[in-house]
């Protein structure tokens, strides 16, 4: 038969591993490579294909039957459709596309041509698939339930500036999703799901990144089909490098394991290599031969051979892509964490995270995510003079009717006494520090029964959700977090910019808590309390702290309970006694001239009242901000007044 003439769109950076296929293919008569369809010239060493950056065009003055699409992922669906027009089959390489809709595009085009569209997961070109199924089908390994997946690569920084696309979510407001587990580990997650059958039910994803950039360089995803199997895949690039970087780092291997209650499967996907473990210590250890994708997709054009690995078998794959592209942005990691290698001009060339290849390892064997391991990292800590002080939880599981939202816990003084509580019998909804409002627009986002006038807290269907978008900024002294506050119909209500940070005082430290309200709804947005609609004194609303719920002595300054509630004073102080006998204030400090809601006897919580009397309508913007000191000791009136103080300079 005649070569079939292909055309390579995206010759460059990867591009150049489908030159070198092309290369030894058309040595062997298989293959012309008759265009080049990329921005710039591309020199060619082997023929001399016609060369543009028009792909549609190109594909119909060649009349090249095949068309290999190489290029960023955000510009696969346009560039596999204009091929598809034009009258080619197409090779696209992984992922298909960064949405499902962008993949449906394609899928419309496929069908509406007739034509083929492969994906170019080259992993599932491998026979290592089909045995492992097959070893998993028979039950030699007993009861399987689950797959765990785990790569440890190194790449130094300079692999993130390889590209205008390199390392970011987005570019120039359009989903590119390069990111650890969306690209070089894409092949990980589609031969797990290549393994089991069944729709997805649930899909989990905790994303980080040590290297400052907009994706994830670490991060593991959790997968659950109908059935209750479980796949993950824990992935880092900020392994140590144990080889020298060929080009662009590192490159280690990569496995999937299938536990199963008679045997161990271990598939290392990248060298085709399939280790079976059986009780009785029988190990055996096979190599498996691959196809290349493009070769298969020439025998189906020539022949009707199945296709390996056809757009449609690749929809589970994209609806994980899709959760990591609506997963919050990946959370920074500390570089306290890190291991930083820096050249002689002191530039970052390398980052590592001591202990990550074991810690992903762990994630794939007991199919686990990294929170729930006892990572470091993955916990937003403040630090005050390098001693942790407080715990922040950016997406808590928590009931609907809690009217979920994040929130500092752990928060104790420098002697260790804790002072918050979280999720205390007597209101369940009370979250250590935190931000919650009864009522916005109609919506509680404080959590618990609503008060209804004329008829008093009554369970309604009403509670929103404060979702955590992205920290931009992370440290040990605090973080900026952006944040959705979404209403039970889905809607977001408001967008709130929420800064913290901590810092040391001439005797203890101060908590400097600040947010920003921006209202999303096109209308003035009115903030209402349980006191607005006629349960005098219950005006809570805006920042809130919920100290311990013990029952030992308690006390507010300058006063009791009954002569700062709804106060307007700009700072007042409340202290406790641990049922250990270790003395703790807590001094608070404001300038918005909102009244204070203050609990004691009930319960101990000092927090704002936004709507004491009536309600606060705002338009675009609302902000406020709370400055506590958390000391060890009890203070008298004219000791607090002085550390109010210093809270607000």
């Known amino acids: ?13 990867h591009g150049r591993h489908h030159l070198d ?21 591309v020199e060619v060493d082997f023929c001399a294909p016609l060369q543009s950056s028009d792909l549609g065009e190109l594909v119909a003055k060649t009349g090249a039957e095949i068309t290999i699409v190489c290029t960023p992922i955000n510009t696969h669906a346009d560039l596999a459709i204009a091929a598809l027009r034009a009258g080619s089959h197409v090779l696209l390489e992984k992922p298909p596309a960064p949405s499902p809709e962008e993949q449906r595009r394609i899928a419309e085009v496929v069908a509406e ?79 797990a799901l290549a393994l089991a059958d069944g729709p997805i039910a649930e899909i989990e994803t905790e994303l980080f990144r040590a290297h400052p950039i907009e994706s994830d360089d670490t991060s593991c995803v959790r997968v659950r089909l109908e059935d209750g199997f479980t796949i993950t895949m824990a992935a880092t690039l900020c392994a140590p490098c144990v080889e020298p970087p060929p080009g662009r780092g590192g490159r280690g291997e990569a496995h999937l394991v299938v536990q199963g209650d008679a045997g161990r499967a271990t598939l290392t996907y990248t060298h085709d290599r399939l280790k079976v473990e059986l009780p009785d210590g029988s190990v055996t250890t096979t ?21 390996l690995v056809p757009l449609a078998a690749t929809e589970r794959f994209t609806q994980v892509l899709d959760a990591i592209r609506l997963a919050p942005e990946p959370t920074p990691i500390p570089e306290r964490h890190q291991l930083v290698e820096r050249d002689a001009a002191g530039e970052v060339v390398s980052r590592v995270l001591p202990g990550v290849a074991d810690l992903v390892r762990r994630s794939a064997l007991e199919l686990a995510l990294y929170s729930e391991l006892d990572v470091p990292w993955t ?35 420098l002697g260790g006494v804790e002072v918050t509580q979280v999720r205390p019998e007597d209101h369940v909804h009370h979250l250590g520090v935190g931000v919650a409002i009864s009522d916005l627009g109609g919506v509680n986002f404080w959590g ?41 119909d889905g809607r977001p209500v ?27 709804t096109g209308a003035p947005l009115e903030i209402n309390s349980s006191a607005t609609k006629g349960r005098a004194g219950a005006g809570y609303g805006g920042f809130f702290w919920r100290a311990p719920g013990t029952s030992v002595e308690r006390s507010t300054l300058p006063g009791d309970e009954r002569a700062v509630h709804g106060s307007t004073g700009p700072w007042l102080a409340m202290s406790g006694t641990t049922p250990e006998g270790r003395d703790w204030t807590l001094v608070f400090a404001q300038a918005d001239g909102d009244p204070w809601f203050v609990r004691v006897e009930e319960y101990p919580g000092v927090g704002q009242a936004l709507a004491w009397e009536r309600p606060l309508t705002f338009g675009t913007t609302l902000r406020r901000r709370v400055v506590t000191a958390v000391l060890d000791g009890r203070l008298d009136a004219d000791a607090a007044c002085a550390v109010a103080g210093e809270l607000l300079r």
Not at 287 to 307: C, F, K, Q, W, Y
Request: charged share 20%; aromatic share 8%.
């Open 1 to 13: 038969m005649a070569p079939v003439k292909v055309v390579l769109a995206g010759a460059t950076g």
């Open 21 to 41: 296929i092309l290369r030894e293919l058309a040595g062997r008569g298989v293959v012309e490579l008759a265009g080049v369809c990329d921005l710039r010239p």
């Open 113 to 191: 041509t007739g034509l083929a569209c492969q994906v170019g997961f080259q992993s599932l070109g491998s026979a290592a698939i089909p045995a492992l199924r097959r070893l998993i089908a028979d039950g030699r390994l007993g009861r399987v339930r689950g797959i765990g997946g785990w790569g440890a690569w190194h790449r130094p920084s300079a692999y993130f500036t390889r590209a205008a696309w390199a390392g970011k979510r987005r570019l120039d407001g359009v989903d590119v999703m390069d990111g650890a587990l969306t690209n070089p580990f894409a092949h990980a997650i589609a031969t």
């Open 287 to 307: 190599v498996h031969d691959r196809v290349g994708l493009l070769e298969n997709l020439i025998d189906h054009v020539r022949t009707g051979a199945e296709l």
């Open 379 to 413: 916990r937003v800590e403040l630090l005050v003079a390098g001693r942790p002080v407080a715990v922040y939880e950016p997406r808590p599981d928590l009931p609907a009717t809690d009217s979920p939202r994040p929130y500092l816990h752990a928060v104790r003084t």
């Open 448 to 488: 618990g029964r609503t008060y209804v006038k004329d008829q008093g807290p009554t369970w309604l269907d009403d509670h929103g959700t404060q979702r955590h978008v992205a920290f931009t900024r992370l440290d040990d002294g605090g973080f900026t977090e952006h944040l959705e506050w979404i209403g039970p």
């Open 494 to 520: 408001v967008r709130e910019e929420r800064t913290v940070a901590a810092r040391t005082l001439g005797q203890g430290w101060a908590l400097d808590f600040a947010f920003t309200l921006t209202n999303l």
